[in-house]
């Protein structure tokens, strides 16, 4: 049978119908382990309309989404182009299906690009033509990895990646993430949980706050700094058995301050 795949799996968390049995037996796996994954990966959703809409307010206009996924319903463009037409998208994935199916549902949009490539090499993401050809670099960029930095391990330095893109980046720029950590689940819940991902080609690499705070080093991280994925800037109250549900992932907002 051939291996889960994240891209995949979260694709069948948000009800979407790009994956094949094996990832639909991890998920349902994963479900039965933690049932709060699915309100989960949907208020990850909800904190990337948040940050779009954030970059929009702050006059930035081009999004560079690493580790963008299969796009579903709300993705970075819809939101982006609904509030500011002249906005340009360049997804990124390395998940093969993810990027085919990007390519054919966004053949046609002329302000986004869908390139297959691996985050984690920023100068390979940085001279595609499809990152290279469509962001303007002189100009701020909002870098959005989101749900992605987890399946990046230390051994491969991801704060480092990170002020890879930093310094390409015009000052101004935005990084958004979010992060799994973790926190108030099980040791079942975390080593099993742990383990179906191990099946995948992306293990995850869970980290609590200050690890992630230790991935914006350089950037400025703005208000309210590294908080639950519910909490940072909340368009309405938190409904608490839903913040207690998804109470283990981590999100911030920084700027780029210098070149
Ligand atoms: C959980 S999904 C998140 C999708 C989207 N960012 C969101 O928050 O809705 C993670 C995505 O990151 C991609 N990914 C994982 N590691 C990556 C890497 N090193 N480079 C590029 N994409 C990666 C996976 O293929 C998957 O599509």
Not at 92 to 114: I, Q, S
Not at 227 to 251: I, K, L, S, T, Y
């Amino acid at each position: 049978m051939q291996r889960p795949n994240a891209a995949r799996m979260y694709d069948y968390f948000l009800g979407g119908t790009q994956n094949f049995p094996a990832d639909r037996v991890a998920a349902q796996r994963q479900l039965g382990l933690l049932p709060a994954t699915r309100v989960g990966v949907r208020e990850n959703r909800a904190f990337l309309r948040r940050v779009v809409r954030h970059c929009i307010g702050r006059g930035i206009r081009q999004f560079l989404d690493l580790g963008s996924g299969i796009p579903t319903a709300g993705n970075v463009h819809e939101v982006a182009l609904r509030d500011a037409p002249d906005s340009v998208i360049a997804y990124v994935d390395h998940e093969p299906v993810a990027v085919a199916h990007g390519l054919r549902l966004l053949h046609d949009e002329p302000n986004v690009t869908v390139t297959q490539a691996d985050l984690a090499e920023p100068r390979d993401v940085l001279s595609a033509a499809g990152v290279r050809g469509l962001l303007d670099f002189d100009r701020p960029i909002a870098v959005l990895a989101l749900s992605v930095l987890h399946f990046v391990p230390d051994e491969s330095d991801p704060a480092g990646i990170l002020a890879t893109y930093r310094r390409s980046c015009a000052p101004g720029s935005v990084l958004a993430i979010s992060h799994a950590s973790g926190a108030g689940l099980t040791t079942t819940q975390v080593t099993e949980g742990l383990r179906i991902y191990d099946e995948t080609p992306t293990p995850l690499t869970l980290r609590p706050a200050d690890r992630v705070d230790e991935l914006l080093a350089g950037w400025s991280v703005v208000s309210p700094g590294v908080v639950p994925v519910v909490d940072w800037r909340p368009e309405h109250q938190v409904d608490p058995d839903v913040r207690e549900a998804v109470g283990n992932g981590w999100a911030a907002v920084a700027v780029a301050t210098e070149a």
